[in-house]
């Protein structure tokens, strides 16, 4: 499978009074991830939005294993865990500047029209994504 890299520097502002990470930044690394992996496929989710489509979160399961803390360099490890055509589950691995698992978790998204909320499939409407989605899980496996 293919896993998009992205680092990110923690800033004084994320951190909480304990000076580690608040947990609902790791939601925003999460999709500085996303974003990184769906770029790295050669897409633009501001283009599909564009065109009327959004792709909200419906699941989000998250496990928390090690702190970061200011100053420090976050590596955020994303790649696509599962895929259907119209569902999506990306897996995310975030770790400390010494390559110790800070976090490991999961985010489930569908496509939907962005005027009625409808699901979409994502094979039908955007054969591209499906066919780079379906390449990026599979790369590697041979």
């Known amino acids: 499978m293919l896993i998009s ?7 004084y502002a994320e951190t ?12 925003v690394w999460m999709e500085l991830g996303r974003t990184q992996l769906i770029k790295d ?6 283009q599909m939005e564009k065109e009327g ?6 699941d989000l399961q998250i496990a928390y294993k090690r702190p970061l803390r200011y ?9 696509i865990d599962y895929y259907d055509g119209i569902k999506v589950v990306y897996g ?12 490991k978790s999961t985010s489930s998204h ?10 979409i499939r994502i094979n039908r409407l955007f054969p591209e994504w499906h066919n780079a989605y379906e390449n990026a899980k599979k790369q590697g496996e041979e």
Request: with cysteine; net charge negative; glycine share 8%.
């Open 5 to 11: 890299k992205k680092e990110v520097e923690v800033r």
């Open 41 to 46: 496929l050669g897409f633009s989710y501001a």
């Open 110 to 119: 569908v496509c939907v029209k962005g005027d009625t909320f409808r699901p």
């Open 71 to 79: 100053g420090d360099v976050a590596t955020v490890n994303t790649w």
């Open 92 to 103: 995310y691995e975030i770790y400390t500047p010494t390559g110790e698992l800070a976090i």
């Open 16 to 27: 909480d009074q304990m000076g580690v990470v608040y947990h609902a930044n790791y939601l």
């Open 53 to 58: 489509v959004l792709s909200p979160v419906i």
